[in-house]
């Protein structure tokens, strides 16, 4: 999803780009525009953003007011509803089935199990695994939610974010330490992320679980910040075997990007 920075304002009087119907067009982008300005908004805003008129803008937020995927806040601002969860989740478990092939991938080459974790808030969540044909199980399984800054796929999310916006995260979510090897400060996670962009890969040498590495790089253009990672015991998962994954991890990540893109364009 571009940012409100890249995304260009609308043409009032243009058809729909498509051919489909320009008024649900119109209220897919004030929602969006709504998530990029953090999911609150007043109307003045939305309208200087997106080139549309107050009026249409007015009309178009009623309309999901009154179907539960925007509330008007007591303060007369928007902010993105409750029914867009269920919306959301749904989404996220697809986003999992369309990536299950492509960890199968990773497994198969590399022997170790391989994820696929969203930023959702402040957490990360897995929303798809395929497990190694190794016996030794991992602290990662499906659905289940951790803090960032204990592991290489908060990392690689995390990467290009702001500092400012980095640090306010960890001071909402704290950084208790899941291992002796946890990184507990901001300065020594925004370190982290220094190197993190100079390899262009993102590692956990021991910080979620004793005796586990992780590898993890983002996939390029998803529709929601993802990252893909292949986890195993750190006697396995050595800095050589990293210089083997690295490559993989890097090609199957943009084969993913390419799938979830033709899956949105209807593909």
């Keep these: 999803m571009p940012s409100s920075a890249e995304r260009k304002p609308a043409t009032p009087s243009a058809p729909a780009?498509?051919?489909?119907?320009?008024?649900?067009?119109?209220?897919?982008?004030?929602?969006?525009?709504?998530?990029?300005?953090?999911?609150?908004?007043?109307?003045?805003?939305?309208?200087?953003?997106?080139?549309?008129?107050?009026?249409?803008?007015?009309?178009?937020?009623?309309?999901?007011?009154?179907?539960?995927?925007?509330?008007?806040?007591?303060?007369?601002?928007?902010?993105?509803?409750?029914?867009?969860?269920?919306?959301?989740?749904?989404?996220?478990?697809?986003?999992?089935?369309?990536?299950?092939?492509?960890?199968?991938?990773?497994?198969?080459?590399?022997?170790?199990?391989?994820?696929?974790?969203?930023?959702?808030?402040?957490?990360?969540?897995?929303v798809a695994q395929v497990p190694s044909r190794h016996s030794m199980r991992m602290f990662t399984e499906v659905g289940r939610r951790v803090l960032p800054h204990s592991t290489g796929v908060g990392k690689a999310l995390l990467a290009d974010a702001p500092p400012e916006e980095v640090r306010a995260l960890l001071a909402r979510t704290g950084m208790p330490a899941a291992t002796e090897k946890t990184l507990t400060t901001p300065e020594a996670f925004l370190e982290a992320l220094v190197d993190v962009r100079e390899c262009g890969y993102a590692t956990d040498d021991n910080e979620q679980e004793i005796g586990v590495r992780c590898i993890a790089v983002t996939v390029p253009d998803a529709p929601t910040p993802a990252a893909i990672s292949i986890s195993g015991p750190a006697g396995r998962v050595t800095q050589a075997a990293t210089d083997t994954f690295v490559p993989l991890l890097r090609e199957v990540a943009r084969d993913l990007s390419t799938a979830l893109a033709t899956t949105a364009n209807g593909g």
């Design 17 to 126: 780009s498509s051919g489909g119907v320009q008024s649900l067009e119109r209220a897919f982008d004030l929602l969006e525009r709504m998530a990029d300005a953090g999911g609150e908004v007043g109307l003045s805003e939305l309208s200087g953003s997106s080139g549309l008129p107050l009026p249409t803008i007015h009309r178009l937020m009623r309309t999901l007011v009154a179907c539960g995927y925007v509330r008007q806040q007591p303060n007369r601002r928007y902010a993105l509803g409750p029914r867009l969860i269920r919306l959301g989740e749904s989404a996220s478990r697809l986003l999992g089935t369309w990536a299950r092939p492509h960890l199968a991938r990773l497994v198969e080459e590399t022997g170790e199990t391989a994820n696929m974790a969203l930023l959702d808030g402040d957490e990360v969540v897995y």
